[in-house]
């Protein structure tokens, strides 16, 4: 399935254009291609979910980017998937950790749990390949952290993005780029 291009916008307004640097490039917004670089590169994310009563719930993961599609798995008892199971919707954000240099990203999206197994597979070999084999057991379940995941009692879930945001930050010149879908 062919990933669907973003409508693209810098927000002057959060970006270095406001008040540019002497001598400065122009900033401009982040191109999506390069923003799906850095998705598919990230180690570890953040989700971010809403429990039933309204509190927020924020967890780190792995997660890896396929087809457009952000993935991440989690134990089918885990706070995040029974959040998820009352309201679908979510964030995962992840970044560079620098005040000075990198690019955060913010992905917002209705978590769907996969189901079909062709894709499931797919998804297994996206998270070896980014990885390492030893975060799937032989017999192709997802494992890994806490027991849901040793017994293969896990589910993974799809997020495309609705919207998401680039937070870029290079030697002192800021952007902020808005994608829409």
């Known amino acids: 399935m062919p990933a669907q291009q973003p409508t693209t916008e810098l927000d002057a307004r959060y970006s270095s254009a406001l008040n540019p640097r002497p001598g400065a490039s122009e900033v401009t917004a982040t191109a999506w291609a390069e923003a799906q670089g850095w998705l598919e590169a990230a180690e570890i994310f953040w989700v971010s979910t809403v429990r039933p009563d309204g509190r927020l719930h924020v967890t780190p993961c792995i997660a890896a980017w396929h087809d457009g599609v952000l993935y991440f798995s989690t134990g089918r008892t885990e706070q995040k998937a029974k959040n998820l199971a009352h309201d679908a919707h979510c964030a995962l954000t992840t970044g560079a950790n620098s005040l000075t240099d990198g690019l955060d990203l913010v992905i917002e999206g209705r978590a769907e749990p996969v189901t079909d197994r062709a894709r499931l597979e797919e998804v297994i070999t996206a998270y070896e390949t980014k990885y390492g084999p030893h975060i799937t057991s032989p017999e192709g379940t997802f494992h890994g952290i806490g027991d849901a995941f040793r017994r293969g009692d896990a589910v993974v879930f799809a997020v495309a993005p609705d919207t998401a945001y ?16």
């Open 166 to 181: 680039g937070f870029g930050r290079d030697n002192g010149v800021y952007s902020h780029t808005r994608w829409t879908f």
